[in-house]
């Protein structure tokens, strides 16, 4: 199973971007997402995740900014970034944890690079 990660790009501060997370195959079904990301020098942290639930939960330095979200018909994760930052400038990973048939398997996104200017 690999995981899609698209949607980012260079936007000015205060603009939007939508990063989406798709899986490779439509059997693989996904119990919780998350989205995380990685500055240059610092380490990859947790910026929003959902479980199977619905149940989300944000780091607080994106709350009331991003939104998580997951199209379980289209086995893809979504992440709506507003009122952007530069501080959110990074490399955005997504990563999923489920099921494909009886087998478990929690898969990584190659990263998608998102950069704010000022």
């Known amino acids: 199973v690999q995981l899609q990660a698209s949607g980012g790009g260079l936007v000015q501060a205060g603009g939007s971007l939508r990063l989406s997370c798709a899986t490779s195959?439509?059997?693989?079904?996904?119990?919780?997402a998350g989205w995380y990301r990685q500055a240059p020098g610092g380490q990859r942290e947790l910026v929003a995740s959902?479980?199977?639930?619905?149940?989300?939960n944000y780091a607080d330095s994106v709350k009331g900014r991003f939104t998580i979200s997951r199209d379980k018909s289209k086995n893809t994760v979504y992440l709506q970034m507003n009122s952007l930052k530069p501080e959110d400038t990074a490399v955005y990973y997504c990563?999923?944890?489920?099921?494909?048939?009886?087998?478990?398997?929690?898969?990584w996104g190659q990263g998608t690079q998102v950069t704010v200017s000022s």
């Open positions: 195959t439509r059997f693989f079904m996904i119990n919780d």
């Open positions: 990563n999923v944890d489920g099921r494909i048939g009886v087998s478990r398997a929690d898969v």
């Open positions: 959902v479980t199977r639930g619905g149940r989300t």
